[in-house]
Structure formats: structure tokens, C-alpha cells
Nanobody
Framework: QLQLVESGGGLVQPGGSLRLSCAAS????????IGWFRQAPGKEREGVSC????????YYADSVKGRFTISRDNGKNTVYLQMSGLKPEDTAVYFC?????????????????WGQGTQVTVSS
């Protein structure tokens, strides 16, 4: 059974950092493109970042460019989203998604496999 589990969310002060993890079971993540998405209350799901299956391509939304870094550890079958310089507007539930694509995409409809999400709250 293919499963994605996010972890690493929590409460952090503005300017702080968090590292989100997306661990896969039941399949090998290095053959999959991975996307990170977030959804704040009352807002649509937003594509934040993605990494292609070969890690040759990454993408960042303008809202997080320069602050977030996506990476993968194939040995641990895990993808990470390192978030720094966090702002209150980064508060949301963060989801990772996987699809056997070579290209990188932050279109939610391109992904069939999703985690349950992890809450990130940025507040003083």
C-alpha cells in the first residue's frame, strides 16, 4: 500500500525555521516527482514547491522562493522541505504528494498520492 506521511510541523515564531519531512512507504520515492502544497483556512490549496524524480529540477512559488528548500534523501525514502524566515502568512496545513513523473509540477491534479498533512503555525 502506497503511503506518504508528513511530519515536522508545529508552532514557530516569525523568522523561525522548520523542516518538514515526507516519508514514503510501499514504494520508492526516487522514481516519483514530489510536490509540497499548503492550504490555509478559507483558501485554496497552493503549490509551494516540487522536485523531479531525478532531482534535476526544482520549483518554488514566488511566495517562498529564497526561504524554502526542497530536497530528497533516497536512502531514507524521504523528501524534505526546509523552511526558514517563516512569516505568519506561511501558516497552513502542508501536504506532500507523489506521482511517477519525471517532470516537476505544482498542479495538484497531477498527483494521485497524498499525505494527511502537517500543521504549520507561524505566530508570536
Amino acid at each position: 500500500q502506497l503511503q506518504l506521511v508528513e511530519s515536522g510541523g508545529g508552532l514557530v515564531q516569525p523568522g523561525g525555521s522548520l523542516r518538514l519531512s515526507c516519508a514514503a512507504s510501499g514504494f520508492t520515492l526516487n522514481y516519483y516527482a514530489i510536490g509540497w502544497f499548503r492550504q490555509a483556512p478559507g483558501k485554496e490549496r497552493e503549490g509551494v514547491s516540487c522536485i523531479s524524480s531525478e532531482s534535476s529540477n526544482t520549483y518554488y512559488a514566488d511566495s517562498v522562493k529564497g526561504r524554502f528548500t526542497i530536497s530528497r534523501d533516497n536512502g531514507k525514502n524521504t523528501v524534505y522541505l526546509q523552511m526558514s524566515g517563516l512569516k505568519p502568512e506561511d501558516t497552513a496545513v502542508y501536504f506532500c504528494a507523489a506521482e511517477p513523473l519525471t517532470r516537476c509540477t505544482v498542479v495538484a491534479g497531477d498527483y494521485d498520492y497524498w499525505g494527511q498533512g502537517t500543521q504549520v503555525t507561524v505566530s508570536s
